[in-house]
């Protein structure tokens, strides 16, 4: 029998594979149960609610999406390029088998309207990313209404890349984030 916080993690890995191939509202308890070879009764203890698993599923992309940034941002040269690291980062990701948008935007869209936690999470992730980005301008001496522009561009390429299915978005994106950098140095 696993412990509980390895039963944790397998069931959350496991909700997060099927919820972002499939959508959360079309996925039920019994197929996290097949995927993640945890009984019913072990999953609803660990997860009273399919609310409470779906909110874990969120915190442990939050975690992903904010590695993923640093990853990016660690083999970046200078405080400018840290910035437009976040659309290289977008690009890796862009071009993974499987990819479907960003699960905060898609787990909104089903649920943000009926559960509050889920808008909690969703509002929470977006408000963080939004810190990191504010970061990164002001360590590269731009002005901080930057740090929303950038975050526009990344939060759009991400929508469009999932419905065009065409991972050169990020590229694009990150061109205008450089034209949109550059502007701000030499107003």
């Excluded at 405080?79 to 499987?98: C, K, Q, S, Y």
């Excluded at 360590?139 to 930057?146: E, I, M, N, S, T």
């Excluded at 929303?148 to 469009?160: C, D, H, I, K, N």
Aim: charged share 25%.
């Amino acid at each position: 029998m696993l412990d509980e916080t390895t039963a944790r993690a397998t069931v959350t890995a496991a909700a997060d594979r099927l919820f972002y191939a499939r959508g959360v509202q079309s996925v039920g308890m019994d197929a996290v149960r097949a995927e993640a070879g945890v009984s019913l009764k072990r999953i609803y203890a660990l997860f009273p609610s399919k609310e409470d698993l779906v909110v874990a599923v969120l915190e442990g992309r939050t975690r992903q999406w904010s590695d993923g940034l640093e990853r990016s941002a660690a083999t970046a040269a200078t405080p400018r390029d840290r910035v437009l690291a976040v659309f290289d980062f977008l690009d890796t990701w862009f071009r993974e088998d499987g990819f479907r948008g960003c699960a905060f935007i898609n787990s909104f869209g089903e649920l943000g309207a009926t559960s509050p936690r889920v808008a909690d999470a969703v509002r929470e992730h977006k408000e963080s990313f939004q810190r990191y980005v504010l970061s990164l301008v002001r360590d590269a001496g731009l002005p901080d209404a930057v740090a929303l522009q950038v975050v526009l561009l990344a939060e759009g390429a991400q929508t469009t890349a999932a419905i065009t299915h065409d991972a050169d978005v990020a590229r694009e994106a990150r061109s205008a984030a450089a034209a949109l950098l550059a502007a701000a140095v030499a107003a």
